[in-house]
């Protein structure tokens, strides 16, 4: 990496104006800004968090840092920014550096109205995926007086906008205990009536039968990982839940079907369900963010719409 993409990030960032939520302020992982393709800013609403998802030579590290120091001293920013901390997530762990300021782990955010928990520095992941902005505004405006079955929930984020759009209900189904934690805490944020949402801290593919009883669901969200150790594999393990979808889903009921890997396409996910659930008919693609700019579309976030289709 030259110092010219680095100039070409610290300029980005010098036009932006500092919003009043949270968002992405540079996505170099899109492949539009060449020799910045590991690299991404956040805006936490005070902190800025600038993550490296590769290994660079240690003078640009630090050359860098002094150019993000050096940015702190515009008074717009000064005024607005807390801390400035860098993130190593090529490194197990993702260990952070705190470039300037004081770092505040816990965050409370916003996004479109919605407050969410953060914990930065902790984990390799903060809490909230950024990129799905338009897919949780999309569940918000779905949601109304509709039973919801949110797989892979995480802390919930798709839940908190179901429950802010009126859903009956939500079941959230995650393995991770502490990510369902932190989602029942984004509720208790947004003021929701907790008798309206499960949480099950199990893995999917043991819990048929808690999830099917939970149901039928007018609306199934699917968004699980690439890969997740000993119990998940994207293209091998999708379709398992895919033929799954008759007996969960109510007469006239949606599937929100996501993927985020680089690799597999939306045709992908329009392919199996084809396959393995017949009944349900492609409807839409969701938009992505502007923020989140791809040289090829195909290797950003998909999050496909499916309807069931009935007989008249």
């Given amino acids: 990496m030259t110092s010219k993409p680095l100039s070409i990030l610290i300029d980005h960032l010098f036009r932006q104006t500092l919003p009043d939520e949270v968002c992405r302020l540079f996505h170099g992982r899109g492949r539009c800004f060449p020799g910045l393709e590991h690299v991404t800013v956040d805006w936490l609403q005070g902190q800025i968090l600038v993550s490296l998802f590769k290994e660079h030579e240690p003078t640009w590290v630090e050359t860098l840092k002094s150019e993000l120091q050096t940015l702190m001293t515009a008074q717009t920013w000064a005024d607005q920014v807390s801390a ?19 770092l505040s782990a816990m965050p409370v955010v916003n996004e479109q109205g919605l407050k969410f928990g953060l914990s930065v520095g902790a984990n390799q992941n903060m809490g909230l995926f950024l990129d799905m902005r338009l897919g949780r505004q999309w569940v918000k405006s779905q949601a109304k007086d509709k039973r919801i079955l949110n797989l892979f929930s995480y802390t919930c984020g798709f839940s908190v906008a179901a429950l802010t759009g009126g859903a009956d209900h939500v079941v959230n189904l995650d393995m991770s205990k502490a990510a369902l934690k932190q989602g ?5 944020l947004n003021g929701h009536d907790l ?7 199990h893995e999917l593919f043991k819990s048929w039968g808690k999830v099917k009883k939970l149901g039928p ?3 199934i969200i699917i968004d699980p990982p690439s890969f997740q150790k000993g119990s998940f594999a994207l293209t091998k393990d999708y379709q398992r839940i895919l033929r799954r979808l008759e007996e969960l889903l109510t007469e006239r009921g949606t599937v929100l079907a ?3 890997s680089p690799q597999v396409s939306a045709q992908f996910l329009i392919d199996e369900m084809a396959r393995e659930a017949p009944q349900m008919q ?3 693609r969701l938009p992505n963010p502007p923020e989140f700019p791809d040289i090829d579309e195909d290797s ?5 719409v499916f309807n069931k289709e009935t007989l008249n």
């Fill in 84 to 102: 400035v901390i860098l993130q190593h997530r090529y490194i197990s762990g993702a260990p952070i550096d705190v470039v300037y300021g004081a």
């Fill in 258 to 260: 996501c993927v985020n």
């Fill in 282 to 284: 492609f409807d839409a």
């Fill in 195 to 201: 008798t309206k949402v499960t949480f099950l801290g």
């Fill in 184 to 188: 029942k805490a984004n509720h208790k």
């Fill in 300 to 304: 950003n976030l998909k999050c496909l």
């Fill in 217 to 219: 669901y007018d609306l």
